[in-house]
């Protein structure tokens, strides 16, 4: 069966970014492009997860070089998942940009840039190539740092010193266990290096290169000892590119990390310990974060940190019901966060700050757009039956029956300081009487077109109806993340599908 | 000559360390520039040092018969050269940028919005 469309929704991204390209300057048109070409790459991201759901494994050998010597493209169903995420967002952050981002930033080739990222993000989940991951990491990371400096505010430039710092450190180690990887098996394929990893027996020397990579990709997704670039850099940019940022590119972090634990390492004793007590670090470190925060922005910051957390220990916990609970998780999570950056910036648009102290009164004025954000964050806290509170059973039930009663506690800490701190924002934010007057020129929003409102607002009730829907059609999330999980747990289905 | 780049490795990675950990902006820079370089010597250390044997077949041949060079970590070390040299770049700007705005090349002046909460 033909293969080749695996490629189809890079090519898409690539080719509306290279057509955005020849109209620089002219926002309009930027605007409808962007639009068209991420409708267009959301379609063929739903056709391959489709295909990818009933075929199991697709492989691409890129210029018909026979797997372990070619770059090889691979949609398993992790893969796929990841890639219909990325679209999900992607289409949302892209409408709700045309409206929320100020013009110059547009004519400084914000979509343009866009573009480049999500192109980079879905190059990243569909490789079975370990160097090809590490050169999909550059794109997204370069992409990152200009979207992140776009605009050259002064706090900006200060929360992106850090960002860039700690993202050009995280590759090097990266890199460098790329380099040792190489050396003790003499391949990059990933299929490859899990068989050749497995007959070694220097298992120290392995055990080392799993922690290598375990930094790397811990200091992207932003774990224990090395989060702190996050919360100092994320509220920086403009919400919708916030929202991109939050929602995927940590998610990409454990993206590689499920797929190099699962996959190439299996993890032992001592790794699993070490997992679990950076899992429980996090989710502490996180939780406690947020709680004095009173920019609602940095509050989600930090409550990213904190959720990570969860995906951590369920990587830790290393069972099929474990990865059943982190790829619902992760599923849910990227919708949400992504949401509820998002909506941080129409309540910036309404009363132009975030600082919570100032805020107030929101119910009042705008009840309807009210209750599309209440889905959100209650969808974030995890009341059941919305979508957080499902995966979090999987993580209860596995911790408890392996006997982690530490983390079990923990869990059960975050889960309550996130709904502590989200029931404090929604009464400082949307209950409490404003704390001063309003007048027509502080809401920005009220004085908006239809269109424009309709931009802002459709992203953001897209986004909570699928959470609505991974909340109340759970049960065919649930099959999906089984079906991952089971593929995750036998590598050697991925092995075969590759090496054929 | 293995020992020699052995040694070299463990001067670079290091002086990037030591570097990354001042305060000053530019040494930053160079501590993550020196950091680069000894990973990509890594690479090539990794592959096998191995001496005037190309990775070319005779025409008259099928096989390669004799241990020869490993042309792989070379076109590793030439792709993160590539990208190292974009962030490279991108990182100069803004350091430029940040000194411009800020007027200051010491990291901890930085901090200062994060107090506020």
Redo the contacts between chains.
Sequence with gaps: MMTNFILAPILVHMLTAIILLFFWGKVQAQKIISIVGNILAFILCIRLFNVTQTHDFLVLQLGGWKAPFGITFVSDSLSSVMVLLTAIVSLAVGVYSTTALNVSRIKFGYFFIFHFLIMGLLGAFLTGDI?NLY?WF?VV??SS??LL?LG?K??Q??G???Y??MN??A??VF??A???L???T?T?NMADLALKINSMENKGLVSVTALLFFAGFGIKSAVFPLYFWLP?SYHTPPSAIAAIFGGLLTKMGIYSMIRVFTLIFQPDDFIQKVFIGIAIMTMITGALGSI????VR?LISYLIVCHIGYLIAGIGLHTEIAFVGVIFYLIHDVIVKSNLLMITGVIQKIRETIDMQRLGGLYMDYPKLSLIFAIAMFSLVGIPPLSGFWPKIQFFGEALKTENYVLLVTIILASFVTLFVIARMWSEVFWKPSPKPLTDEIDRFAQLSILSKFALIAPITFLSLVSLYIGFGAESIYEISQKTAHELMNPQLYINAVLK | MELLIVLLIGIFYSAGIFL?LRRS?VK?LLG?LL??N???L??F????LTKGKPPIIKEDYKHFIDAYA?P??QA?IL??IV?SF??TA??II??K??YQ??GSDD?DT?NI??LD?
Excluded at chain 1, 292 to 295: A, F, L, Q, W
């Design positions: 160097f050169v550059e990371i370069i740092f200009v400096t050259g002064k706090m430039m200060e992106a010193i850090k860039v710092t050009m450190l590759s090097t890199l460098t790329i380099g040792i190489y050396g003790i003499g990059l100092s004095n925060k009173r920019s940095r | 990354i902006m930053l993550l950091l680069g000894g990973a990509n890594l690479i250390l990794m592959g096998g490993d792989v970590p590793l792709t993160a990208i974009a962030l991108f990182a803004l350091l940028k940040v705005t800020t990291l930085l919005q994060d909460i």
